[in-house]
Protein backbone atom coordinates (compact mmCIF):
# COMPACT_ATOMS: atom_id res chain seq x y z
CA UNK A 1 0.00 0.00 0.00
CA UNK A 2 1.09 3.77 -0.54
CA UNK A 3 1.58 5.93 2.39
CA UNK A 4 -0.93 8.15 3.20
CA UNK A 5 -1.40 11.71 1.85
CA UNK A 6 -0.17 13.47 4.90
CA UNK A 7 -2.37 16.71 4.90
CA UNK A 8 -1.94 20.20 7.21
CA UNK A 9 -4.93 22.01 7.75
CA UNK A 10 -4.73 25.98 8.01
CA UNK A 11 -7.73 27.54 8.83
CA UNK A 12 -8.59 30.51 11.59
CA UNK A 13 -12.13 29.19 12.02
CA UNK A 14 -12.20 26.57 14.57
CA UNK A 15 -15.15 24.98 13.90
CA UNK A 16 -13.96 24.58 9.82
CA UNK A 17 -10.70 23.43 10.80
CA UNK A 18 -12.63 21.24 12.90
CA UNK A 19 -14.65 19.83 10.23
CA UNK A 20 -11.64 19.49 7.75
CA UNK A 21 -9.78 17.07 9.85
CA UNK A 22 -12.69 14.96 10.82
CA UNK A 23 -13.17 14.72 6.90
CA UNK A 24 -9.74 14.30 6.06
CA UNK A 25 -8.73 11.94 9.15
CA UNK A 26 -11.74 9.58 8.60
CA UNK A 27 -10.28 8.57 4.90
CA UNK A 28 -8.21 5.56 4.50
CA UNK A 29 -4.99 7.13 2.17
CA UNK A 30 -4.88 10.45 4.32
CA UNK A 31 -3.58 11.50 7.60
CA UNK A 32 -3.78 14.86 9.55
CA UNK A 33 -0.28 15.90 9.86
CA UNK A 34 -0.77 19.36 11.60
CA UNK A 35 -3.61 21.90 11.98
CA UNK A 36 -3.40 25.38 12.76
CA UNK A 37 -5.59 28.91 12.86
CA UNK A 38 -2.85 31.77 11.11
CA UNK A 39 -0.73 31.69 8.20
CA UNK A 40 2.24 32.15 10.13
CA UNK A 41 2.15 28.91 12.27
CA UNK A 42 0.83 27.54 8.82
CA UNK A 43 4.29 28.03 7.05
CA UNK A 44 6.19 26.91 10.78
CA UNK A 45 4.42 23.37 10.87
CA UNK A 46 4.52 22.77 6.94
CA UNK A 47 8.55 23.90 7.41
CA UNK A 48 8.54 21.11 10.17
CA UNK A 49 6.49 18.14 9.11
CA UNK A 50 6.94 18.55 5.49
CA UNK A 51 3.20 17.71 4.24
CA UNK A 52 2.05 16.62 1.04
CA UNK A 53 -0.54 19.14 0.65
CA UNK A 54 -1.66 22.07 3.02
CA UNK A 55 -5.17 22.64 2.92
CA UNK A 56 -4.86 26.69 3.04
CA UNK A 57 -8.03 29.45 4.01
CA UNK A 58 -6.78 32.98 2.61
CA UNK A 59 -8.20 35.42 5.26
CA UNK A 60 -6.01 34.70 8.60
CA UNK A 61 -4.65 36.70 11.48
CA UNK A 62 -0.97 37.10 11.59
CA UNK A 63 -0.34 35.83 8.25
CA UNK A 64 -2.70 35.41 5.89
CA UNK A 65 -2.82 32.59 3.58
CA UNK A 66 -1.87 34.21 0.16
CA UNK A 67 1.38 35.28 1.72
CA UNK A 68 1.53 31.97 3.78
CA UNK A 69 1.13 29.65 0.28
CA UNK A 70 3.62 32.19 -1.45
CA UNK A 71 6.44 31.24 1.24
CA UNK A 72 5.41 27.82 0.95
CA UNK A 73 5.05 27.27 -2.73
CA UNK A 74 5.77 30.80 -4.73
CA UNK A 75 8.43 31.35 -7.00
CA UNK A 76 12.32 30.68 -5.79
CA UNK A 77 11.07 28.28 -3.10
CA UNK A 78 13.59 25.31 -3.13
CA UNK A 79 11.37 22.64 -2.00
CA UNK A 80 7.64 23.65 -2.92
CA UNK A 81 4.90 22.81 -1.13
CA UNK A 82 1.78 21.64 -2.98
CA UNK A 83 -1.06 24.02 -1.82
CA UNK A 84 -4.95 23.36 -1.94
CA UNK A 85 -6.49 26.85 -1.24
CA UNK A 86 -9.98 26.87 0.15
CA UNK A 87 -12.11 29.80 1.02
CA UNK A 88 -15.63 31.02 1.29
CA UNK A 89 -14.31 33.85 -0.87
CA UNK A 90 -15.34 33.42 -4.18
CA UNK A 91 -13.81 36.52 -5.74
CA UNK A 92 -11.77 36.07 -8.68
CA UNK A 93 -9.26 38.10 -7.51
CA UNK A 94 -7.99 36.18 -5.01
CA UNK A 95 -8.13 32.28 -7.66
CA UNK A 96 -5.83 34.95 -9.22
CA UNK A 97 -3.93 35.93 -6.24
CA UNK A 98 -3.69 32.47 -4.84
CA UNK A 99 -2.95 30.96 -8.55
CA UNK A 100 0.07 33.73 -8.89
CA UNK A 101 1.33 32.66 -5.34
CA UNK A 102 2.11 28.88 -6.12
CA UNK A 103 -1.05 27.49 -5.42
CA UNK A 104 -1.63 24.35 -7.13
CA UNK A 105 -5.66 24.55 -6.79
CA UNK A 106 -8.76 26.68 -5.69
CA UNK A 107 -11.69 25.63 -3.72
CA UNK A 108 -15.09 26.95 -2.20
CA UNK A 109 -15.99 26.01 1.75
CA UNK A 110 -19.33 25.28 0.29
CA UNK A 111 -17.80 22.43 -2.30
CA UNK A 112 -19.38 18.22 -1.10
CA UNK A 113 -16.65 16.42 0.93
CA UNK A 114 -15.73 14.24 -2.02
CA UNK A 115 -15.26 17.34 -3.99
CA UNK A 116 -12.38 18.56 -1.36
CA UNK A 117 -11.18 14.80 -0.82
CA UNK A 118 -10.74 14.32 -4.61
CA UNK A 119 -9.14 18.26 -4.45
CA UNK A 120 -6.77 17.31 -2.04
CA UNK A 121 -5.67 13.45 -4.08
CA UNK A 122 -5.50 15.55 -7.23
CA UNK A 123 -2.89 17.97 -5.88
CA UNK A 124 -0.95 15.60 -4.12
CA UNK A 125 0.05 13.91 -7.07
CA UNK A 126 1.48 16.83 -8.70
CA UNK A 127 -1.79 17.88 -10.89
CA UNK A 128 -3.54 21.38 -10.59
CA UNK A 129 -7.09 21.67 -9.81
CA UNK A 130 -9.06 24.56 -11.22
CA UNK A 131 -12.10 24.06 -12.83
CA UNK A 132 -12.20 25.20 -16.74
CA UNK A 133 -14.98 27.97 -16.29
CA UNK A 134 -13.12 29.28 -13.73
CA UNK A 135 -10.14 29.63 -15.77
CA UNK A 136 -11.66 31.02 -18.58
CA UNK A 137 -13.25 33.37 -16.13
CA UNK A 138 -9.82 34.21 -14.11
CA UNK A 139 -7.72 34.85 -17.22
CA UNK A 140 -10.43 36.75 -19.57
CA UNK A 141 -10.86 39.05 -16.63
CA UNK A 142 -7.32 39.90 -15.24
CA UNK A 143 -5.03 38.78 -18.05
CA UNK A 144 -4.28 42.73 -18.73
CA UNK A 145 -2.96 42.67 -15.43
CA UNK A 146 -0.44 40.43 -16.55
CA UNK A 147 2.40 41.86 -17.30
CA UNK A 148 4.12 40.76 -20.43
CA UNK A 149 7.43 39.14 -20.57
CA UNK A 150 10.49 40.27 -22.98
CA UNK A 151 10.20 37.07 -25.06
CA UNK A 152 8.31 36.67 -28.02
CA UNK A 153 6.61 33.02 -29.11
CA UNK A 154 10.11 32.77 -31.43
CA UNK A 155 12.14 32.57 -28.31
CA UNK A 156 10.14 29.81 -26.65
CA UNK A 157 11.47 25.93 -26.94
CA UNK A 158 8.33 24.68 -28.62
CA UNK A 159 7.00 22.92 -31.59
CA UNK A 160 3.91 24.47 -33.33
CA UNK A 161 1.84 21.75 -32.02
CA UNK A 162 2.82 22.45 -28.16
CA UNK A 163 2.53 25.85 -28.56
CA UNK A 164 -0.97 25.25 -30.13
CA UNK A 165 -1.70 22.84 -26.96
CA UNK A 166 -0.23 25.27 -24.83
CA UNK A 167 -3.05 27.94 -26.09
CA UNK A 168 -5.77 25.10 -25.96
CA UNK A 169 -4.56 25.17 -21.90
CA UNK A 170 -4.57 28.77 -21.64
CA UNK A 171 -8.44 28.90 -23.09
CA UNK A 172 -9.20 26.93 -20.08
CA UNK A 173 -9.76 23.43 -22.38
CA UNK A 174 -9.64 20.12 -20.76
CA UNK A 175 -6.95 17.47 -21.97
CA UNK A 176 -10.66 15.93 -23.68
CA UNK A 177 -11.51 18.84 -24.96
CA UNK A 178 -8.35 19.74 -26.09
CA UNK A 179 -8.06 16.30 -27.95
CA UNK A 180 -11.51 16.78 -29.58
CA UNK A 181 -10.80 20.22 -30.67
CA UNK A 182 -7.18 18.56 -32.49
CA UNK A 183 -8.03 15.47 -33.07
CA UNK A 184 -5.89 13.44 -31.21
CA UNK A 185 -6.13 10.66 -28.13
CA UNK A 186 -6.28 11.85 -24.81
CA UNK A 187 -2.97 10.10 -24.38
CA UNK A 188 -1.07 11.97 -27.07
CA UNK A 189 -2.46 15.38 -25.23
CA UNK A 190 -0.57 14.65 -21.77
CA UNK A 191 2.30 13.65 -23.78
CA UNK A 192 2.09 17.13 -25.01
CA UNK A 193 1.63 18.62 -21.84
CA UNK A 194 3.86 16.60 -19.99
CA UNK A 195 6.62 18.36 -22.65
CA UNK A 196 5.35 21.35 -22.55
CA UNK A 197 5.63 21.86 -18.44
CA UNK A 198 8.99 20.33 -18.71
CA UNK A 199 10.57 22.66 -21.53
CA UNK A 200 9.26 25.50 -20.00
CA UNK A 201 10.31 24.38 -16.44
CA UNK A 202 6.38 24.45 -14.99
CA UNK A 203 5.13 22.94 -12.09
CA UNK A 204 1.74 22.30 -13.62
CA UNK A 205 -0.78 23.59 -15.91
CA UNK A 206 -1.90 26.32 -13.92
CA UNK A 207 1.39 27.59 -13.93
CA UNK A 208 1.16 26.94 -17.81
CA UNK A 209 -2.14 29.36 -17.95
CA UNK A 210 -0.15 31.77 -16.17
CA UNK A 211 2.91 31.71 -18.57
CA UNK A 212 0.59 31.66 -21.41
CA UNK A 213 -1.08 35.07 -20.69
CA UNK A 214 2.30 36.51 -19.36
CA UNK A 215 4.29 35.43 -22.72
CA UNK A 216 1.38 36.69 -24.78
CA UNK A 217 0.20 33.28 -26.54
CA UNK A 218 -3.50 33.69 -25.42
CA UNK A 219 -5.41 37.19 -25.45
Known amino acids: ?6 VLVCDDQMLIRTGLVTIIDAQPDMEVAGE ?7 VEIAHRVQPD ?26 HPVKVLVVTTFNLDEYVYEALRAGASGFL ?41 AENTPRDLP ?23 ALVISQETVKTFVSRILTKLQLRDRVQAVVYAYRHGLAT
Open 36 to 42: CGDGQTG
Open 158 to 180: LTPRELEVLRLIADGLSNSEIAA
Open 53 to 78: VVVMDIRMPVLDGLEATRLLAGAGVP
Open 108 to 148: LKDAPPDRLLHGIRTVATGAALLDPDVTRRLVGRYAARIRP
Open 1 to 6: MSPPIR
